[in-house]
């Protein structure tokens, strides 16, 4: 934050100094001939400012996500999960400030996705319709 007489703004510097280190790892199955399809990664990380030695703002450490697709003749149906920690570190003035309001409140990230499908014929043109469920739970969330 910066202040010039009456007027208070924000000035974005960037990080000169940072080393991201982590491990990532995923593992992918399928069976029955592509019928099921499953897969899961997960990614920790340890990202770090050089600089002033503080764990970089607005980065989760462990990411996870998972997917599974079936396959039944001409329809298909899978689901989707991700998972983010919560933030180890924010920009707390701009929640004192009260210009993010409630943005200390840190949570992790759950989202689940839904959809089906079939593929079938139109006029002799092959088709593919599918239905998504996005963020089944309705869950909102503020990525920084």
Same mark, same amino acid.
């Given at each position: 934050?910066?202040?010039?007489?009456?007027? #208070?703004?924000?000035?974005?510097?960037?990080?000169?100094?940072?080393?991201?280190?982590?491990?990532?790892?995923?593992?992918?199955?399928? #069976?029955? /001939?592509? !019928?099921?399809?499953?897969?899961? @990664?997960?990614?920790?990380?340890?990202?770090? /400012?050089?600089?002033?030695?503080?764990?970089?703002?607005?980065?989760?450490?462990? =990411? #996870?996500?998972?997917?599974?697709?079936?396959?039944?003749?001409?329809?298909?149906? !899978?689901?989707?999960?991700?998972?983010?920690?919560?933030?180890?570190?924010?920009?707390?003035? =701009?929640?004192?400030? @009260?210009?993010?309001? /409630?943005?200390?409140? #840190?949570?992790?990230?759950?989202?689940?996705?839904?959809?089906?499908?079939? /593929?079938?014929?139109?006029? @002799?043109?092959?088709?593919?319709?599918?239905?998504?469920?996005?963020?089944?739970?309705?869950?909102?969330?503020?990525? @920084?």
């Amino acid at each position: 934050m910066v202040s010039s007489g009456d007027i #208070l703004y924000i000035q974005w510097n960037n990080v000169t100094k940072a080393c991201v280190q982590g491990v990532e790892t995923s593992f992918k199955l399928g #069976l029955f /001939d592509g !019928g099921l399809l499953y897969s899961l @990664g997960y990614t920790y990380v340890s990202p770090e /400012d050089l600089t002033t030695h503080d764990l970089l703002k607005y980065r989760p450490r462990h =990411l #996870l996500y998972t997917s599974a697709t079936a396959r039944i003749g001409p329809f298909t149906a !899978g689901a989707d999960f991700r998972y983010l920690s919560e933030v180890d570190r924010i920009d707390i003035e =701009l929640v004192q400030l @009260g210009i993010i309001p /409630d943005g200390d409140e #840190l949570v992790p990230i759950h989202v689940a996705d839904f959809r089906i499908g079939a /593929d079938f014929s139109f006029g @002799g043109i092959p088709c593919t319709a599918t239905v998504n469920v996005n963020n089944a739970f309705q869950h909102n969330y503020v990525e @920084g």
